[in-house]
């Protein structure tokens, strides 16, 4: 994709009447891969007025959006990334001018912008700078102004950044069309140019932004604009979206290696034997011959060579592995060699999965499975930080090394919400994870959170402590309105009652009554909560469905019993 023939843009800002021009403004159009990871930024701010430095106020505002937003994980969705960097701006703003006496006294801006981002556009917007939008010659105004009117003559900003420590952004998105203009104006245009008049200069220049922007300007100015007076426009002439062929090439750049075995070479790494295979990859020990480090290596199982959702997930998994740097997440070893082959290095680690672990451990102690959930609970918090859910949590996916660490492995059906918003030609499938551990709503083809990830980790908690399933063996394959939780205390009399009761509440088939934070989850497993430790009025049947049968069976022979003796 050539980036330079995506847009056509149009800028004009002018001090007119005031002696120091406080609008600032700026378009960032990157190369690729940033191009279709991040998107195309486009932002306007007015400095208030009323404020002694509006000027630095704008243009912190906007060298933070056009550089911090950049530097965000690639796995935040844009709505993340950018309020993060607002908060972040709006802070800073307040400690200088807490800090800088008079020197920053009154530190303000208004401020809009566009995020477009593959075939979306985000919108961001505070005060009374305003977005418009032209599409088949039609303007629209996309922004509310945050003003409150005392009187036709007076009035004031309601929403500002750097005038509170809550900001309160509007946020929008939209589908982009081909051909779409966007106008960004600062007020000192609006105010005294009409939809109408601007319409017609754009209208009229249209091959020519640049032009149309600098008449929109002086139009203002000469209908007497009292303020500085800023006016952008951006056209799309293509969706800033990957074409197939670019996306089947990259995947396609490196070839499969070969069948490896024992003593063979490739890109420095000498293969000391296959650790597992099947018909999707085959897993390797391996040493770097430069380091003599232990490492192993994942390559892609030749059936799919042609297959391009099946590379798409191959390069996920590494994808994802590399963003998160976290002692309770497997490692991808970064190469500082040339690939030659399609394959990925992760660290090594030395230790048994969890499946083993619970087989050579039936009865832990509550003190053990604490630790062991306490530890998996800090590697789903590296995930969800980055606003990814592993989706696949299971004993075989988790590893216990020699040291007592715990580890995720496996990225596969990984979610991250960054790459969700990004348009591909290759069919993304939605993988679901093991069915015993997997979430209701994921089986329900509803949205999954972070509380889907907890669901699974609540299933393990039980499992590891009774050796069993809280909903049994055939969970799925019923319908799931008719889940009944098995309490761990029918199988285990001496588990505390609390501690089946945060089970219990993690494991709960509506997301919304589950912890809020897995970090709750963690505290009620070591702490009596209150709310677990009187015996809750679940009906018998409910609690245990083969003990309430069982005494309907012996109340009613005894009756019968009863009975014969009676006659």
């Not at 005038?163 to 104006?185: A, T, V, W």
């Not at 990814?388 to 996916?397: G, R, V, W």
Request: aromatic share 8%; hydrophobic share 35%.
């Amino acid at each position: 994709m050539q980036a330079d023939s995506l847009i056509d843009l149009g800028q004009s800002s002018d001090k007119g009447v005031k002696e120091e021009n406080q609008d600032s403004y700026g378009t960032l159009l990157p190369e690729s891969p940033v191009l279709e990871q991040k998107g195309i930024a486009i932002v306007l701010a007015d400095g208030v007025s009323g404020c002694d430095s509006g000027k630095l106020a704008s243009e912190s505002c906007v060298k933070s959006l056009l550089s911090d937003y950049y530097c965000t994980p690639d796995s935040w969705t844009v709505k993340t990334s950018v309020q993060k960097v607002l908060l972040a701006t709006n802070r800073w703003m307040l400690g200088m001018a807490e800090q800088g006496g008079d020197h920053h006294k009154g530190l303000a801006t208004t401020m809009s912008a566009l995020i477009v981002k593959s075939s979306t556009v985000h919108l961001f917007h505070i005060g009374d700078t305003r977005i418009y939008r032209i599409r088949h010659n039609n303007l629209e105004q996309l922004t509310k102004d945050h003003r409150f009117w005392v009187s036709n003559e007076k009035n004031y900003l309601t929403r500002a950044v750097g005038i509170d420590l809550y900001l309160d952004i509007d946020y929008r998105n939209f589908l982009l069309e081909e051909g779409d203009i966007f106008l960004l104006s600062t007020d000192g245009v609006h105010e005294f140019v009409s939809d109408t008049a601007m319409l017609q200069k754009i209208i009229k220049n249209s091959t020519n932004l640049e032009r149309a922007a600098r008449e929109i300007t002086d139009l203002a100015m000469t209908n007497g604009s009292d303020d500085n007076v800023t006016c952008q426009l951006v056209r799309f002439n293509q969706l800033p979206t990957v074409s197939d062929d670019e996306v089947y090439r990259k995947l396609a750049e490196l070839p499969f290696p070969p069948e490896l075995s024992a003593g063979m070479k490739m890109d420095g790494y000498r293969i000391e034997r296959e650790l597992h295979a099947s018909k999707r990859s085959q897993v390797y020990l391996a040493t770097d011959e430069d380091t003599g480090e232990k490492i192993v290596l994942k390559t892609p199982s030749i059936n799919y060579a042609d297959d391009p959702t099946y590379l798409d997930m191959f390069v996920h998994e590494e994808w994802v592995g590399r963003r998160i740097d976290n002692n309770h997440v497997l490692k991808i070893v970064e190469q500082t060699r040339t690939r030659h082959f399609l394959y990925y290095v992760t660290e090594y680690i030395e230790g048994q999965t969890l499946r083993h672990w619970m087989s050579d451990n039936p009865q832990p102690s509550m003190h053990d499975v604490r630790g062991i959930v306490r530890q998996i609970a800090r590697g789903l918090r590296a995930f969800h930080r980055k606003e990814m859910i592993h989706q696949d949590l299971k004993p075989e996916n988790i590893i216990i090394d020699t040291q007592g660490t715990v580890k995720l492995i496996d990225f596969g059906s990984t979610k991250v919400a960054g790459i969700e918003e990004i348009s591909t030609p290759v069919h993304r499938l939605s993988l679901l994870g093991t069915q015993h551990y997997t979430a209701p709503e994921c089986l329900l083809g509803q949205p999954v959170s972070y509380r889907s990830d907890a669901f699974s980790l609540g299933i393990i908690t039980y499992e590891m402590l009774t050796g069993k399933l809280p909903f049994g063996e055939k969970y799925g394959e019923k319908a799931l309105s008719k889940l009944r939780y098995i309490s761990s205390l029918n199988i285990d009399a001496d588990i505390p009652l609390w501690v089946d009761g945060a089970i219990r509440k993690i494991v709960k088939k509506n997301p919304s009554n589950r912890y809020e934070e897995i970090s709750e989850f963690i505290r009620d497993l070591s702490h009596p909560n209150n709310e677990f430790t009187e015996i809750a009025h679940t009906p018998l049947m409910e609690q245990n469905p083969l003990g309430f049968w069982k005494g309907v069976a012996l109340v009613s022979v005894l009756v019968n019993i009863a009975l014969l003796f009676y006659k």
